[in-house]
């Protein structure tokens, strides 16, 4: 029996690039969301957590309508000459950030909630400019949200099936992901190929979540020893 | 060399802000007021942490004013806010390296190291501030002000958060700051002993609009006003250290032609001293009485008198230089000596204390 790697190595690929993007782009939000006294502000966060409630197919429908060459944003990409992006691996990651977006922005929010407003004063004071205060002060304070978020962020792309099936498909080594891979398997009645799959699967993520708490002691500790 | 403050601010809570004041751009000038007055907000304001409509020009400087806004960080302040607000991610020596490296290496005063001994944390520098005691921390956090090479210091009841015994360690820091850096300071506070200690002038503030500004000496002791009616009021004269008597283990200092004497205080002869004396201890009589147990008696003049609750009131003396000391004698004392303003009385004080230089 051969193991198929390539829906693997896609998956981290699809992960990783979902997750730095993810990071440049949530963080940036949750400081908007932590610091507006926009009334528009419960608007933005409430889309920004659609996807927790939200049934994955409902979200990969609209977004191959969106996407799609009849939709806004599809017609915008095909002027761009970038095609359309539905079954295509950048189609995938646009379909993960959206998805896993609540589970970044969420925690960075927090941790920036936490901090207050009185350490980005301080650092006012003694003359660090807004955005200098922001990498400085604000960044290194919200660490344990932003890698909270990142490894949520993370874990979650690995597991999403709904969305990728919707936009994505199963075309080997463009959108033939893990999870698809594991469905593929277990329809064509492969069951020793789904189980290292799935075994695998299970045993990445215990680590994952294992290594976070870890880290997060080791923190913890580290500030408090110095 | 000046201070000049006009801040006119309505909030969302229906507290409004109408101040206006000015200070001399030296020495401790205290803001001083119940909690709501607006002190705090005032202070907040002179550092552009919020927004008041009005002006704000320092030491010749515009900070604020129909068409001119300058941002925190862009304005020479050092702030020392009411709880510490060390970054907890750095370490001593990295807070007090964050403002130093911000600031114009030309505008600086003081060199890290000196600022460490002022305020005696050179133990303290490798340590996380979750590890400092609040004492500790409140004393990086001024060295960490002090390092971001302010020209106008800003402390928000930098005391209050401590108990007595940090407290009173702490004092002769702030009186060193006093002393050895000439740095304006604006001082908030709602604690008339620690006003006593450390400032030269006063800005009353009641309900967001400045009931009265002037020199300590004065604002204390101005009947008028609620500060000489606090159960430990008091007043603040300034001497020099005359001399010290080793027999009897005193400490003469000399106001004007007065000469107090007090306890043996350890201060080199001709050093500025300041005494604070409490109303409740000062008492009159008609004549010097040599023949008394009570060593500072002087002649002063009655300047101003009002009765303070039913049995109690209080005179305002003006001694022989125009310092002011504050009386608090029985309505029916007063009466039977038919005390009124102009008179010319002997005050004796039976308690005086030095506060501060």
């Known amino acids: ?226 | 060399m000046s201070i000049e403050i006009r801040f006119n601010l309505r909030q969302r809570d229906g507290f409004s802000l109408d101040a206006s004041f000015s200070a001399p751009g030296r020495g401790v000038t205290a803001l001083f007021g119940r909690s709501g007055s607006g002190k705090t907000t005032v202070l907040r304001c002179v550092a552009g942490l919020q927004r008041a409509r009005g002006t704000c020009r320092i030491n010749g400087e515009t900070w604020q004013d129909d068409a001119t806004w300058r941002p925190p960080h862009r304005r020479p302040i050092g702030y020392v806010f009411q709880e510490a607000s060390l970054f907890p991610h750095l370490t001593v020596r990295r807070n007090l390296e964050f403002g130093y490296r911000l600031a114009p290496a030309s505008e600086h005063r003081i060199a890290i190291d000196d600022a460490i001994d002022l305020l005696g944390i050179a133990e303290l520098l490798d340590r996380a501030p979750a590890r400092l005691s609040g004492g500790e921390r409140q004393r990086v956090a001024i060295a960490r002000a002090l390092l971001s090479a302010p020209r106008l210091l800003l402390m928000d009841e930098p005391l209050s958060a401590l108990d007595h015994a940090s407290k009173q360690a702490i004092f002769p820091y702030l009186e060193g700051i006093h002393n050895e850096l000439d740095l304006p300071v604006l001082y908030v506070s709602h604690d008339p002993d620690e006003v006593a200690r450390l400032a030269d002038r006063m800005i009353l503030l009641e309900a967001g609009q400045v009931r009265a500004s002037g020199p300590i000496g004065g604002v204390m002791t101005e009947l008028r006003l609620p500060l000489s009616h606090f159960d430990n009021a008091s007043a603040v004269v300034n001497g020099v250290v005359s001399a010290h008597d080793e027999t009897f283990g005193l400490t003469h200092v000399t106001c004007g032609g007065n000469r107090f004497t007090l306890p043996r205080e350890d201060l080199a002869v001709g050093t500025r001293a300041r005494l604070q004396i409490h109303a409740r201890d000062v008492s009159l009589a008609l004549n010097a009485h040599h023949d008394s147990t009570i060593l500072n008696i002087f002649p002063a003049v009655v300047a101003d008198t009002r009765d303070s609750g039913s049995s109690q009131m209080l005179v305002r003396l003006r001694l022989e230089d125009g310092q002011s000391l504050l009386a608090r004698i029985t309505r029916r004392s007063g009466v039977a000596l038919g005390i009124r303003e102009g008179m010319i009385v002997y005050a004796q004080a039976k308690g005086v204390a030095t506060v501060g230089t």
């Not at chain 1, 966060?45 to 939709?71: E, K």
């Not at chain 1, 299970?202 to 680590?207: A, K, Y």
């Open chain 1, 1 to 226: 029996m051969a193991i198929d790697w390539q829906p693997v190595w896609l998956t981290l690929k699809l992960a990783t690039l979902t997750t730095v993007i993810l990071l440049l782009l949530g963080t940036p939000l949750a400081w908007w969301l932590a610091r507006t006294r926009c009334l528009c502000r419960d608007w933005i966060g409430a889309v920004v957590a659609l996807p927790l409630v939200l049934p994955p197919t409902v979200l990969g429908f609209y977004l191959l309508l969106l996407l799609g060459p009849n939709g806004p944003i599809g017609q915008a990409t095909q002027a761009l000459g970038l095609g359309t992006l539905p079954f295509t691996f950048s189609g995938l990651v646009v379909g993960s950030v959206l998805y896993s977006l609540p589970f970044v922005v969420q925690p960075v929010r927090n941790a920036f909630e936490a901090m207050g407003t009185r350490p980005m004063e301080v650092a006012a004071t003694l003359r660090a400019s807004p955005l200098r205060a922001f990498f400085s002060v604000a960044l290194p304070l919200a660490r344990p949200g932003l890698l909270t978020g990142a490894v949520l962020g993370f874990a979650h792309t690995v597991g999403e099936f709904g969305v990728v099936l919707m936009i994505g498909g199963n075309i080997p080594g463009e959108t033939k992901v893990l999870s698809v891979a594991i469905y593929d398997h277990v329809e064509s009645l492969e069951w020793a190929q789904a189980h290292w799959l799935a075994g695998g699967m299970l045993v990445f993520s215990f680590i994952v979540v294992v290594a976070m708490y870890q880290l997060e002691r080791h923190m913890q500790q580290a500030r408090r020893e110095h």
